[in-house]
């Protein structure tokens, strides 16, 4: 079996980059991808604009060419598939990742459809995939989804949308400018800051004049057929009417697949280990980059912030490949 220089675990935007500099490098890689190139981004909401402007989520110094200030999902997919063509970059889709483990200084990666060997392993497989759970009775209907693509399914519908992110803000405007009856359920006592700052003043002002209601201090306890229950901060319980809850309560890495290759992850965020001036885990030659590294704080990383994580671990990988 081929041993190659390089392993890529997931196809987003910074795997992506790992490969251009892997290409640039003349290292023989491969990138294994669950799902389809840039998956996450194609599993966002169809209208979702992102918070950068096009420069900083350009990778290998491609122009990122966007007619808006803010470019949106297809503009990105457009562009990161776009690369991935351009530049033939060995890609192998729909084919997951069951197992990572190493041997004498090999890797041996198992995935659904083959093994490979590499002498080094990226893993940039992000955090969209994994819905944080609220744990509650009845979050395993049909009605409650925690993903959220477009307004249309729920017109002339009573929703509840869980959070006040920037994906729960989205849905809630959506909805409710498509029909909805939309209830928000805000475990702290305001709209996030994250929030992007061109629609933080729109969410604000629905609630405000009472468009969209908004239960501040609240948390869901139970989802029934056609109700949900929340408790305010008094501790009291209130039911409400209800036909679907969007539960935007975030999303996190594959902690599993991390500890079972042998990461060690640390506090109460589970935060990978890594050396922050090369990537390296406490595993030799095993690298994370992007929002993997950020164990549950997820918001700390973005692609506009871990794109120097390629040219970090490829100058690495390389210089051990010289000097051995």
């Known amino acids: 079996m081929e041993i190659l220089d390089l392993i890529i675990i997931g196809g ?14 003349n290292l023989s890689y491969l990138i294994i991808e669950k799902g389809t190139i840039v998956n996450s981004l194609y599993n966002y909401p169809l209208y979702m604009k992102f918070f950068s402007t096009a420069d900083k989520l350009e990778i290998a110094g491609i122009p990122f060419i966007s007619a808006a200030p803010k470019p949106g999902r297809q503009e990105a997919l457009e562009y990161y598939q776009g690369i991935a063509r351009l530049k033939d970059v060995n890609i192998h889709l729909y084919e997951k990742v069951l197992k990572l483990s190493t041997s004498d200084g090999i890797f041996d990666v198992e995935t659904i459809k083959d093994n490979y060997k590499a002498k080094s392993v990226i893993i940039a497989t992000g955090f969209y995939d994994i819905p944080n759970l609220m744990n509650i009775p009845g979050e395993n209907l049909p009605k409650v989804r925690h993903y959220y693509t477009e307004p249309y ?5 009573k929703i509840v949308v869980v959070g006040s992110s920037n994906s729960s803000v989205d849905a809630a405007l959506e909805t409710f400018r498509k029909g909805a009856d939309v209830t928000m359920i805000i475990r702290t006592d305001s709209i996030s800051d994250h929030v992007k700052y061109w629609v933080k003043p729109d969410i604000e002002n629905r609630i405000s004049e009472g468009s969209i209601k908004a239960y501040f201090n609240a948390v869901l306890t139970e989802i029934t057929e056609t109700s949900v229950t929340y408790k305010d901060k008094n501790n009291e319980l209130h039911e409400i009417e209800n036909d679907f809850v969007l539960a935007m309560t975030g999303y996190l890495p594959d902690f599993d697949f991390l500890k079972n290759s042998g990461i060690e992850l640390q506090n109460e965020s589970l935060n990978p280990v890594y050396n922050p001036e090369t990537m390296e885990t406490n595993i030799n030659n095993l690298y994370l980059a992007g929002v993997v590294c950020g164990g549950k704080d997820t918001h700390l990383w973005f692609i506009e912030n871990s794109r120097i994580h390629a040219e970090m671990i490829i100058n690495t990988i390389v210089s051990r490949k010289e000097t051995s």
């Not at 987003?12 to 490098?25: E, S, V, W, Y």
């Open 12 to 25: 987003g935007p910074i795997g992506l980059n790992c490969a251009l500099q892997a290409q640039k490098n």
């Open 153 to 157: 399914p729920y017109a002339k519908q």
